[in-house]
């Protein structure tokens, strides 16, 4: 069993609530735009992390972070990438990576916008945390956390980030 944090779009902001709220978990996920390499350090230091770099993200992070991670934890294969779309709406440029590797687990960023969709046709969980910085036009914060155990993806909780 593994308990994931995730989150995406920090756009340099570190919030010393992601220390509090991803403690009790295994690995954290950042889902691109890290925007700053201090704000990577930060969340290494706290976990074992798995970051893909996003549109914003410059030199250093493209250089210590790729554009897709794909990965098996437990018995579920993970697509990580950030500009991934939506289900039956994938971005061009992951469509052929989604197709290919046939993940059970599809997490993507860029959009801001929290979203937990199944998608039937290729029996895949699509997540996209929203944002946990505080640039863009969202009114809330969010992040994310769930567990895999085995082939199962569970208890999936969205936590509100204040002020």
């Not at 950042?30 to 969340?43: F, M, R, Y």
């Not at 993970?78 to 052929?96: D, M, W």
């Not at 959009?111 to 505080?134: F, T, W």
């Amino acid at each position: 069993m593994k308990k994931i944090g995730l989150l995406s779009d920090t756009h340099a902001c570190w919030d010393e609530k992601f220390a509090h709220y991803f403690s009790g978990c295994d690995e954290i996920w950042h889902a691109g735009d890290i925007g700053s390499e201090e704000v990577l350090n930060q969340l290494q230091a706290l976990k074992p992390l798995r970051a893909v770099y996003g549109n914003i993200d410059g030199y250093p992070v493209r250089t210590l972070c790729p554009k897709v991670l794909r990965f098996t934890i437990e018995d579920v294969p993970v697509l990580l990438t950030h500009i991934g779309g939506y289900t039956g709406k994938y971005a061009p440029e992951i469509r052929r990576e989604i197709y290919a590797y046939r993940p059970q687990l599809f997490v993507c960023g860029h959009s801001h916008i929290l979203k937990v969709q199944y998608d039937p046709a290729l029996q895949m969980l699509c997540v996209n945390p929203g944002a946990a910085g505080k640039s863009g036009f969202h009114q809330v914060r969010t992040i994310v956390r769930f567990v895999i155990e085995g082939k199962n993806i569970k208890d999936m909780e969205v936590i509100e980030l204040k002020g």
